[in-house]
C-alpha cells in the first residue's frame, strides 16, 4: 500500500499519528541531516505496522517534508 507522510523531524519524542485513510503525521527526534530522518522515519513505520524495515521504501519526496511510502505487506511462507 503507499501512503502519505507528513515529517516532522527534531521533535521531541517519536509519534506516529493517523490522520486519514492513507495519510499519516510522523514525529522524529532525528534531524533531516544526510539521510538522517528518513532511515528513522522507515524504522519507527516498520514498528508501527510491526513489518520489517525491508518492506518500507520512500518513492517520492526524499527531501521533502510530504513523503510517499510504500508499504509492503509481510510475505507469509
Given at each position: 500500500?503507499?501512503?502519505?507522510?507528513?515529517?516532522?523531524?527534531?521533535?521531541?519524542?517519536?509519534?506516529?499519528?493517523?490522520?486519514?485513510?492513507?495519510?499519516?503525521?510522523?514525529?522524529?527526534?532525528?534531524?533531516?541531516?544526510?539521510?538522517?530522518?528518513?532511515?528513522?522515519?522507515?524504522?519507527?513505520?516498520?514498528?508501527?505496522?510491526?513489518?520489517?524495515k525491508s518492506l518500507?521504501?520512500?518513492?517520492g519526496g526524499k527531501?521533502?517534508?510530504?513523503?510517499?511510502?510504500?508499504?509492503?505487506?509481510?510475505?507469509?511462507?
Amino acid at each position: 500500500m503507499r501512503i502519505y507522510v507528513k515529517v516532522i523531524p527534531r521533535s521531541s519524542q517519536n509519534k506516529v499519528e493517523k490522520i486519514s485513510e492513507g495519510e499519516y503525521k510522523v514525529k522524529l527526534t532525528a534531524p533531516p541531516i544526510d539521510g538522517q530522518a528518513n532511515k528513522m522515519l522507515i524504522e519507527i513505520l516498520a514498528e508501527y505496522f510491526k513489518i520489517s524495515k525491508s518492506l518500507i521504501s520512500i518513492i517520492g519526496g526524499k527531501s521533502a517534508p510530504k513523503k510517499l511510502v510504500e508499504v509492503m505487506e509481510a510475505q507469509l511462507p
